[in-house]
């Protein structure tokens, strides 16, 4: 799925493959707290920007523009 990419994106968290890569990230993250916490809050950023209701709502309404325009300038002669 997409989930690497929302990683990516965010910048709060890793992707693995294997489960020793997964152990190896959890062992990170128990011993970094700080590195937790700076996870943590780019993710919660990241949601804010690009998940949460009002970039949404932003996103689907220029959308709306966007065919509105398209269906003018094709009626138009």
Known sequence: GALPEVVQESGGGYVYRE???LASMLETLRAHPDLRDELGRRGHEAYLRLW????HIAQYLGIIEQSRQTRVSVARP
């Open 52 to 55: 949460s209701e009002e970039p």
């Open 19 to 21: 489960d020793e890569e």
